[in-house]
């Protein structure tokens, strides 16, 4: 089978609900040994758009991100939830440095905009946690909906947003006691978010309503939604994961 029909394979492993979390461990660990090429990142050239290498990682590699702080766009985080770790791999050498621990089945993360904090959605857990980059150790845990899955920081780093996709909310955790203090509801089955340039508006993609939930940051409510309508194709089948935001806010990419 080619490289696309075995990320498939994967994709299909890791969305079957029907399978338990040891099954899939089980079918992920054999499809990684005979296919060692997906425990990898590409390194795509965003003028050409091909691809110009690979970078082998640790297992089943979710979410990535560059850290800011004062390692700002030289180290990358990239988390896997099979080895229960993130990878730290230095971009200009393409090497990884060392391992992070995150806990049971990491999602995604952001970060602390110093660097020296990762905010982690663990699913099987129930949970956000907070790791120190430096020492890898587990500085605190807060308990949110089943099924976390993405994180966003604020620009002061004062507030943790998290979606939890069973409870179809996103949660609002405040960094410095380490609660949660609101609880928005959102469409079904949240999945990402971004927040616009001036911080004051939350947009949450929901997969299984075909929308686009858009939060204000100050008084944590729902203040519209866009449907996603694609012609020729079903409602069921428009299912938003991803979004990002411009750097001026004028658009969003779903």
Known sequence: ??????????????????????????LMRGLFSEFPELISIAVVDAASLTVQGTV????????????PGAAAGRQLVVACGESHAADLIDVATRKSLRRIPLGDDPEAFDVSPDGRTLYVSNEDEGALSFVD????????????????????VSADGKTVYVTSEVANLVHVVDVASATVRHNIKVGKRPRRMALTPDGAELWVTNELDASVSIVTTRDHAVVHTIKLELPGARPADITPVGIAMTRDGKRAFV
């Open 133 to 152: 980059v430096a020492s890898g150790k587990l500085l605190k845990s807060v308990a949110v909906g089943k099924e976390p899955e993405g994180v966003k």
């Open 56 to 67: 082998p990682t640790c297992k089943r590699p979710r979410h990535m991100q560059l850290l």
């Open 1 to 26: 089978a080619g490289y696309s029909e075995r990320l498939r394979v994967y994709a299909r492993i890791v969305d079957d609900e029907e399978l338990s979390a040891q099954e899939k461990g089980s």
